[in-house]
């Protein structure tokens, strides 16, 4: 059974739907990423399990109990926030030790809680600190561990790393995945960036206008991208206009000079998605125009013209000898790696 | 060269402040140190003011209980209507700062109106419902038969803290108001989440984070309250003296300008210390918040 269930959930604010028609079952111990542009619904739906908004439609079930009927601050998730929203008046330690008083966990007992909590985000020693004598990134880790130190049915984040820089990021990804692969907590975490709801998450829910557009392992949304919106928006991609043309006998899949056997179901005018590091130079295939060649260590960045409009290609720098700009090459890639969608002619 | 250069440059600041600086000294720090020095003259019924050194007025004002009784009674009041201002302001502050975009400007105009009339008007509008058998409230009060007098307002210590708690409040709303700014939009559905309650979420997390803006506010509420003038002047009349009333008597009426000078001399200071000394009390103290 689903531990966390959404149920056609909906948020409208006035005559705007925010967030329409959600659902999603969450397993156990799962971690589960939103992912999508700012304004796509996904802080909105993490709010209203929260409790902090209530849905206009639709449930929320948390083992099978109603959510919504509870209060916000009878429902014992954890939540940290963007700004972390810790308490500047309070020690490191009394920002943590505020949920277990709320509790009313004993005294001995809270202050040994708060210890553990600190230590595991790597803060021990920092108890008698404020807030705002703290970096970024240990405020970050004083919200995790008043976010964990309650033993929360669901951890929900809410972009909790988009005010770290760049390489303090990476480091917190990693360590919030193996804290959260430790203590098992199932985990929901809102972020914008691609890249960091691929590295931390079992699951990733695509969201665009309020609507999901993909639910699938970050391998799949990125190698089987369910819509253009989810290709595009996971990491960098190539559409091709392509065309099925049946009147060979197999039926054959053409975009410029590139061909293949047509996939079953697809009949006219598709759209070929391939990733640019899936794509190769070959002695046959779609013709192109090296305009770009940017060395980016251990890749090389190409940015072609190609019969079919532009497009990119990544090559891993394995030291062999690479097209120039301005060379002409041709441009191939497997059957399997690409993804084929039915495309509207105007 | 280079060292005329390092010169102007550094002669510049001076340069550039002197007008302000010019005024500052010539209307404030002149006139004050005359003040200083008038409080040590003295002063005989018909010989007029006589410029030697002398402590008798000073002397009078630390003697005299009468003296001691007026201090005590300004300081009270400021005390009192500071007071007023932080129990009814910061509660009003929150509630002003839940609200919605309209109604929020147009409940902050209700509060800044105040400050848009004239003090003497708004003094004179209390006096207007309250003042003796002719009052508005008092004649309605008695027409009602609720009661047989007219409430005690005018000439009464509580008549002067509710009407200096009146002109008084905006100050306090828009400090608190100024440290309610400064809270995480988020800190409330923080505390909520960890499982506190409203009533909790007040006394814990908001109370300690504004409390810096209502001692703030209290600071200039109090300083304001003790040298007001106008106020105490239309509601405690003659009666009712309060240091500043007492040092315009002396000095418009008794014509005794030496002992005017000491007593406005000796709340000046009396009021720095109080205001100095707090400020660096509140500022060692939340040092945390106010970061």
Sequence with gaps: MAFLELDGVAKQFGAQTVVDDFSLSVGKGEFISFLGPSGCGKTTTLQMIAGFLDPTRGAIRLEGKDLTAIHPAKRGLGIVFQSYALFPHMTAAENVAFGLEMRNVARADRAERVRAALAMVGLAGYEDRHPRRMSGGQQQRVALARALVIKPSVLLLDEPLSNLDAKLREEMQIELRQIQRTIGTTTILVTHDQNEAMSLSDRIVVMSQGKIEQIGTPQETYERPASAFVSQFLGKTNDFAGMIDRTATPARLVAGSWSAPAPAGFNGAVTVSIRPERIGFGDAGLSAKIVTRIFQGNHWLFQCDSECGPAIVIRQNDGKAQPAEGDAVRLAWRPEDMSVRARAVA | ?291
């Design chain 2, 1 to 291: 060269m280079s060292m005329a250069a390092g010169e102007r440059s550094a002669r510049a600041p001076w340069a550039l402040t002197a007008p302000a600086l010019m005024l500052f000294v010539g209307v404030l720090l002149i006139p004050l140190a005359m003040t200083v020095m008038l409080s040590f003259h003295d002063w005989g019924q018909y010989k007029g003011i006589e410029p030697v050194f002398i402590l008798k007025n000073w002397h009078e004002i630390a003697t005299d209980p009468y003296y001691a009784e007026m201090f005590w009674r300004t300081f009270r009041i400021a005390i009192l209507t500071t007071l007023l201002t932080a129990l009814l302001g910061a509660p009003e502050a929150y509630i002003l700062n839940r609200m919605s975009g309209r109604w929020k400007s147009f409940f902050l105009l209700v509060i800044l109106g105040p400050l848009l009339i004239s003090v003497v008007a708004r003094t004179l509008g209390w006096a207007l419902l309250f003042g003796g058998n002719n009052g508005l409230v008092n004649k309605l009060l008695m027409s009602l038969g609720v009661m047989r007098s007219p409430i005690p307002f005018m000439f009464t210590e509580t008549g002067m803290v509710v009407a200096l708690a009146h002109v008084m409040m905006p100050f306090m709303v828009l400090s608190v108001w100024a440290a309610l700014q400064r809270l995480d939009p988020q800190i409330e559905n923080a505390a909520m989440s960890l499982g506190a309650g409203p009533a909790t979420i007040i006394r814990r997390i908001i109370m300690p984070q504004i409390l810096p803006g209502v001692l703030s506010g209290a600071i200039i509420v109090f300083s304001l309250s003790a040298s007001a003038f106008a106020t105490p002047a239309i509601i405690g009349g003659r009666r009712l003296k309060v240091a500043a009333t007492l040092a315009y008597d002396e000095f418009l009426n008794t014509l005794n300008w030496p002992l005017g000078a000491a007593v406005a001399t000796l709340l000046l200071v009396a009021l720095v210390l109080i205001v100095v000394g707090s400020n660096a009390l509140i500022e060692r103290r939340y040092a945390e918040v106010f970061r």
